[in-house]
């Protein structure tokens, strides 16, 4: 049962990492990738390490990108077992992280080892660029790095994000890129008063109430081949004093945009300020963007990933951009090929959080096909 794979995934998941605390996760993996030849660079920013890696100094450049904070671990009384005990039981390997994103980490590592040990002089280079502020701010981990490498002109050609990307079984869906996220946080303003007075005050959730429907049923655009039309929702609401005799003097309304490539965030914005403008409110609107939505289309990455999938698995796995934002956002910056390629998601950030032990090594095999396919001569 044991192997290389799942023993350090093992030892990953025993250090408490949760976010922004790296626990010692990188201190570990630098002591395995220094002997390969990687070079070590650790970037501290804050509370949150960050670690460049780097084997070689030619290209193409193969990147593999992760973290190694996780999310709190919950009740410890509600898990089966220590949630940072790393437990083996019935197949599975269970604790905070096995599936979002330890076990990524391991088979990266692993797959180095067993690829450079195969092929010393292999083409190309070989990066490894984690971060402990991922499930966190995601202000100094990643994009910090990626800030830093982008002014020294330092560049990738593909790029893979460990992220647990698989539904049913692994490798059955790859990301190959995720929708934007674009948030505002409207608020309307009337006069407040007496229910029993409305003539004296201006119920703002009243005003609001047919702008707001046209804002959700618009339609943003068509989306295309790979990404779904762009949503807008809103995510809470809040208006009055609490008392059921007064009218509120301000309504305020968080909404969110997950949008594709279709669109662009200033036309949504416009369309937004558009439509509230027609209604005559009188409002303020401050926004925030996220993410930008990135895509990568076939190409030598994804077919690279699809072929080591299927040479490990027999699937045919499914591209896909639905879901959340990862760091793919801020890595696509400096690399032209992104694509979230990991375990199966169905426990992630639950209680309980495991993932199958024969997936561990399948998984370091799909990575070190993908090294074969990208980094040897054809």
């Not at 890696?53 to 973290?67: M, Q």
């Not at 390629?341 to 024969?358: F, K, M, R, W």
Request: with cysteine; net charge negative; charged share 20%.
């Amino acid at each position: 049962m044991s192997s290389a794979t799942l023993e350090l995934a093992q030892q990953l998941i025993r250090r408490r990492s949760v976010t922004p605390d790296d626990a010692g996760c990188q201190e570990i993996l630098g002591r395995r990738l220094e002997p390969l030849g990687f070079s070590l660079e650790n970037v501290r920013c804050g509370e949150v390490s960050n670690l460049w890696a780097r084997r070689g100094n030619a290209g193409p450049v193969l990147c593999f990108a992760g973290h190694t904070d996780v999310v709190p671990a919950g009740p410890r009384e509600q898990w089966l077992s220590d949630p940072f005990e790393a437990d083996l039981r019935e197949g599975k390997l269970y604790g905070r992280g096995a599936a979002d994103m330890k076990s990524s980490i391991a088979a990266f590592v692993c797959a180095a080892e067993e690829f450079v040990a195969a092929h010393p002089q292999h083409q190309g280079s070989i990066v490894l660029l984690l971060t402990s502020d991922e499930e966190g701010a995601a202000v100094d981990g990643t994009a910090r790095v990626v800030e830093k490498l982008k002014a020294r002109g330092e560049l990738l050609d593909y790029c893979i994000v460990g992220e647990p990307t698989s539904v049913d079984k692994l490798g059955d869906m790859i990301k190959n890129g995720r929708r934007g996220s674009l948030s505002g946080k409207l608020v309307i303003k009337g006069v407040q008063g007496h229910v029993a007075y409305p003539h004296l005050a201006k119920n703002p959730v009243h005003l609001a109430a047919p702008a707001l429907a046209e804002l959700a049923a618009a339609k943003w655009d068509n989306g295309n081949a790979y990404f779904p039309a762009t949503t807008w929702q809103i995510s809470n609401i809040h208006g009055g004093t609490g008392a059921t005799n007064v009218i509120p003097g301000s309504m305020e309304v968080q909404f969110n945009f997950r949008y594709s490539t279709a669109s662009k965030p200033e036309d949504l914005q416009s369309r937004v300020h558009a439509i509230l403008d027609r209604h005559g409110l009188d409002y303020a609107l401050d926004w925030l963007h996220a993410a930008a939505p990135f895509l990568t289309p076939e190409g030598e990455l994804v077919g690279a990933a699809r072929a080591a999938v299927h040479a490990v698995t027999g699937i045919e796995t499914a591209l896909s951009t639905t879901g959340g934002t990862s760091d793919g956002r801020f890595i696509i910056d400096i690399c032209p090929q992104v694509v979230e390629l990991g375990p199966v998601n169905a426990t992630i950030h639950q209680l309980n959080e495991h993932i199958e032990i024969d997936a561990l090594d399948a998984l370091k095999s799909i990575y070190r096909q993908v090294l074969e396919r990208l980094l040897l001569p054809a």
